[in-house]
Structures are given as structure tokens and as C-alpha cells.
């Protein structure tokens, strides 16, 4: 949903008529309602479970993306990239979910790999 983006560049740009600033505004969009809604998440997977929580989230999230993926202007676009943003939060529920699956000794190295190959994974594909 995130690092897709990267690749896309040149495309989306060209439909939507955009100016370099525009794109680095998008760029941040996504990240500026992510930092506050994890903390909501975090509420949440504490009181309903990782489960119910990252389902619900999938679900949210499929509707965000299909309006930014159907989106005509440039607000739409940043808007929903804004929205977007709450899918973001997903992960909360999996270094919840890695720390329940792991044991103690070994929890660390599996939440680094969690937490760093997706971030591997977005360098490669910008």
C-alpha cells in the first residue's frame, strides 16, 4: 500500500499534472496521521486483541485504498494518502502479534527482522 508508491512515480505524476512539491507533500501525507493513530491501535489491540483489531484495520484499509486507487484530482489523492496513513498503524498489531510468537530469548531478532525487511523492501522498490 505504502511502498508501491515509490515505483508508480512517473505515472502519477503525469496523470494528475503534478508539480515535485505536490509529490513530496504526498510522500508525507501518509506518515502525519500514522504517528497518532498508533497509539490508538496500541489501545485497541490491548482491549480486543491483535486478531479482531488487524482484521478490522484490513478491512478499513481495503476502502482507503480503493479511493485513492479511484481518485480523479490531486486532493482526492492527498487525501486519501492522508487516510491512508491509518493503515500504517498496522504495525502495532504485528510487533504485538511477533512478540506473542516468539519466545523471550529470540523476540528481538524476530522483531528486527519484522521491522527491517519491509524497510528493505521499500529502499529496493524506490
Partial sequence: MWFSFAPMK?????????TNAQWKALLIL???????????????????GPRIVYSLLLIISAFLCWGFAFSQTYEQLALFRFLCGFTGAGFVIGIRMVGEWF????????????????????????
Fill in 10 to 18: 512517473p505515472f502519477i505524476m503525469q496523470a494528475f499534472d503534478m
Fill in 103 to 126: 519466545p523471550a530469548k529470540t523476540v528481538g531478532l524476530a522483531e528486527g527482522f519484522y521491522g527491517g525487511w519491509g524497510n528493505f523492501g521499500s529502499a529496493v522498490a524506490a
Fill in 30 to 48: 501518509n506518515v502525519a496521521l500514522t504517528i497518532p493513530v498508533h497509539t490508538i491501535i496500541g489501545m485497541l489491540v490491548d482491549k480486543f
